[in-house]
């Protein structure tokens, strides 16, 4: 079993619509929990990062951990044809410098 | 800031063959990371070192790698005899110890293609 796991997807919704991208995890220890966004064949950008449980909303970008239920989500209002990407979760321990990533959701925003 | 920068973007080899590729952190980030992303999953975490040191390896990271940072600047990754399971998407990170040392910046990856 994987540490972390994601649906791949894809997953596909009109502009316009809220996005809802989930993520569980096994690993009690990990306290940073992250959102990457990876365009084809570019590197992963840094788009959230939330401590320990709460949540963090950032203009469009809503995103919320829940570590009683090992579950974390990123929610994109108002969604657009340029958030078409795919969606990494990432997350760490305190006490580790690697981050272990979910394998990605691919989302497409049709227009 | 021109952010990470590695090269090339793309290597096709053959099989057997000896490859390098370079990353340029971010210039003040004393933290370098090598991930390796294969096609429909996140990347996975190789080696990484603060300045010259490298502190930890996994243990995907087989003896045919290696990887250095001399004076603690950029970094090589080198691969010997590769084979067609090291076709891949190799990326950088680069990062600041501290209290936010989780903000890793990845680079545009180099796509390694082995035939």
């Known amino acids: 079993q994987k540490e972390v796991e994601q649906d791949p997807g894809p997953l596909s919704v009109p502009e316009g619509a809220i996005v809802s991208l989930n993520c569980t995890y096994s690993n009690s220890a990990f306290q940073y929990f992250m959102w990457y966004r990876q365009y084809s064949r570019k590197g992963p950008e840094l788009l959230m990062y939330?401590?320990?449980?709460g949540n963090k909303e950032d203009g469009r970008f809503t995103a919320q951990v829940d570590k009683s239920s090992k579950y974390i989500s990123l929610f994109i209002r108002d969604s657009q044809p340029s958030d078409s990407a795919t969606y990494l979760c990432?997350?760490?321990?305190?006490?580790?410098?690697?981050?272990?990533f979910g394998s990605g959701t691919r989302l497409s925003i049709r227009p | 800031d021109t952010g990470v920068s590695q090269d090339p973007r793309h290597k096709i080899t053959k099989r057997g063959q000896n490859v390098t590729f370079r990353c340029d952190p971010i210039?003040?980030?004393?933290?370098l990371y090598w991930y390796r992303q294969t096609l429909g999953q996140g990347p996975e975490f190789l080696t990484y070192f603060q300045n010259e040191a490298q502190l930890e390896k996994s243990r995907l990271l087989s003896d045919r790698f290696s990887a250095e940072r001399p004076k603690g600047s950029f970094s090589t990754l080198e691969i010997q005899r590769t084979e067609q399971g090291d076709s891949a998407m190799y990326l950088c990170a680069s990062s600041y110890a501290g209290a936010s040392s989780y903000e890793q910046y990845f680079g545009p990856g180099t796509r390694l293609t082995v035939t």
């Open positions: 210039s003040e980030h004393n933290r």
């Open positions: 939330t401590y320990s449980s």
């Open positions: 990432a997350m760490r321990s305190s006490s580790a410098s690697k981050i272990i």
